[in-house]
């Protein structure tokens, strides 16, 4: 055997460590990574964007419990990222490309480094898989240099390698705070536990159901923990969401951070005299915002939940005596009936809600949530907050979106992903009751401009045979668009091309129903144009079952002179320690949502 080359070093390295899959975009000298790797029987996705196959890596680790590997950290998902750079030898001489990528990246990563030699590949990947894994997990960067990828070692064959690690050690909480615990827990008058996309990462979902299920309590899940505990599911709170916040007086937070999305713990969102217990794998988070330090457990969720469990007893809260209980109920059932009469309006072009409910009832005709047979993917400021009340699933890591940082562009990454994980044959995740080997259909649900960011990846899609159905709700702009008629936006445009001050396309404007659907036709998909509720059901049948990547350009209500407004961040003043304090003798419910 000749001398390895510094690229096969690489790829033995990720294959010993079981890596099946890469996701990332070739240059010089990276392709010989990449085809090593395939030489192995890894496989290789290739991208047509650097951004999307870095959101496809970290999403395939948060799918399967294992690190993505790719050419995150806000979302806590492992991921592995690989780069080339510039040789070794013209650093800081202005080489091609050269940058400093272990400084720039060391603030947002767990683990930057720089293999120093060809001998140091195996342990310097390993090193930088196991830390992007071990703990929160991460990322972990390895910057290759040129010289290192195309160098050669002879006699080293048998003794650069590495091996499978195993999985995170996981950790548990001290029997006397769990005790405590449970007296809260068992005393409160509105307690409450909210469900975060930690527990689903942690696979945590067989012990929280029973906790529920055991002890009757309420639940509220984040928009990515849905589905650890059914949606479905009587207890889930989701529909009374601010009627929950205000009343809780005790709250168990499972893998979820009391950052924006919980509105940090604090009135009025929340009641002020709320006491949030948290169960969090990061030591950091414990005590933050409005968590109590002295309450909260580091540990895994589904040890730490197991363990709590005994203490907890044949002990159940009593929802038919409790006002809380009560108030919940009916706010389940006000909001429930404003989202039905929204969903049933007629009106063309549709609403953003009629149009997500009308593909909603469409999937669940030909696949049930129960059956756990659709991964969702959502993005778009008001298509990922109105189709998270809409479409409901049964099981956990069946539904992604934009996540801790709301960024828009992950949602074609995330869904490449998806099908790598669930319907590949080297696919990694499990979700639900679904038979071994029997697929997923992965669907999105893209805003106009959401998907604008990564669209090209309907060619990936295509390329690899991703039978990826894709409903963009096209409004012809960011929240809004500018007009109601084509012949109303060309006369903005004309304004805006003469440069005219006034009657010119705001800085929120797109084109004017543009024809998406023509992208996935081009790449040898197909594409339907929808604009009431049957063209929608039809397109929906149809795309499902056709076998290949699909677009579905969803026309809807342009909004125009509508509000900008994100609804999970509307504002709210915040009160001061006084404001609370005066409210918690009152008995403390917090102001309205």
């Not at 080339?84 to 603030?107: I, N, R, T």
């Not at 290759?144 to 995170?168: C, F, K, R, W």
């Amino acid at each position: 055997m000749g001398p390895l080359t510094g690229a096969q070093i690489i790829a033995r390295s990720l294959r010993d460590l079981g890596v099946t899959v890469l996701f990332g975009i070739v240059g010089i000298p990276v392709v010989e990574i990449a085809e090593e790797a395939i030489n192995l029987g890894i496989r290789f996705i290739g991208f047509r964007n650097e951004q999307a196959a870095g959101y496809a890596a970290s999403a395939y680790g948060y799918l399967t419990g294992r690190p993505g590997v790719g050419n995150s950290s806000a979302n806590a998902f492992p991921l592995l990222l690989l780069a080339g750079s510039s040789e070794s030898h013209l650093v800081s001489k202005g080489a091609f490309q050269e940058l400093d990528a272990v400084s720039l990246l060391a603030p947002h990563s767990k683990l930057a480094i720089r293999p120093p030699s060809l001998e140091t590949i195996p342990d310097t990947i390993r090193n930088a898989y196991r830390v992007s894994w071990y703990g929160r997990p991460g990322t972990g960067f390895v910057d290759l240099p040129a010289d290192i990828i195309q160098g050669s070692a002879m006699g080293v064959e048998n003794t650069l390698s590495t091996s499978l690690l195993p999985h995170p050690p996981k950790s548990g909480a001290e029997e006397t705070k769990l005790f405590k615990i449970a007296q809260m827990i068992k005393t409160a008058k509105a307690p409450l536990v909210v469900v975060g996309k930690g527990a689903a990462y942690a696979g945590a979902e067989s012990v929280l159901r029973d906790l529920i299920d055991r002890t009757r309590l309420p639940f509220l899940p984040t928009p990515m923990g849905k589905g650890v505990i059914s949606d479905l599911h009587p207890l889930n709170a989701a529909s009374a969401r601010s009627t929950a916040l205000q009343e809780a007086d005790v709250v168990l937070v499972c893998g979820a951070r009391l950052n924006w999305i919980l509105h940090f713990g604090e009135a009025p969102k929340w009641n002020p005299s709320a006491q949030f217990i948290q169960v969090d794998i990061a030591a950091e988070e414990m005590g933050r915002n409005a968590g109590d330090p002295f309450l909260s457990i580091t540990g895994d969720v589904g040890v730490v939940v197991a363990q709590l469990l005994p203490h907890l007893g044949n002990w159940h809260y009593d929802t038919e005596v409790s006002s809380y209980s009560t108030h919940l109920a009916a706010a389940k059932a006000q909001n429930i009936k404003k989202i039905d009469e929204k969903s049933v309006l007629k009106s063309v072009p549709l609403t953003h809600n009629a149009a997500l409910s009308t593909i909603e009832r469409a999937l669940h005709a030909l696949s049930p949530p129960d059956e756990g047979g659709i991964v969702y993917v959502s993005e778009g400021a008001n298509t990922m907050d109105i189709s998270r009340s809409i479409f409901s699933v049964s099981y956990p890591r069946l539904r992604l979106d934009a996540g801790t940082h709301a960024t828009m562009g992950v949602g074609l990454g995330y869904a490449i992903a998806a099908y790598a994980a669930y319907n590949s044959s080297f696919g990694e995740a499990a979700s639900g009751p679904r038979d071994a080997g029997k697929r997923r259909k992965i669907v999105c649900l893209e805003g106009d401009s959401a998907f604008g960011f990564s669209a090209m990846e309907v060619e990936t899609m295509a390329r690899y045979g991703m039978d990826i159905l894709i409903f963009v709700l096209n409004n012809g702009g960011v929240y809004h668009g500018d007009a109601n008629e084509k012949h109303e936006w060309e006369a903005l445009a004309k304004n805006t091309r003469d440069g005219k001050g006034d009657g010119v396309l705001r800085s929120t404007s797109l084109g004017f129903e543009t024809r998406y659907e023509k992208l996935s036709e081009m790449c040898g998909g197909v594409g339907f144009v929808a604009r009431t509720h049957e063209e929608i059901e039809e397109a929906t049948r149809e795309g499902f079952s056709s076998g290949k990547v699909c677009v579905v350009n969803v026309i809807v209500d342009k909004g125009k002179g509508g509000k900008l407004e994100f609804g999970w961040q509307a504002s709210s003043t915040k009160q001061t320690k006084g404001e609370a304090a005066l409210e918690k003798e009152k008995g403390g419910r917090g102001a309205k949502l």
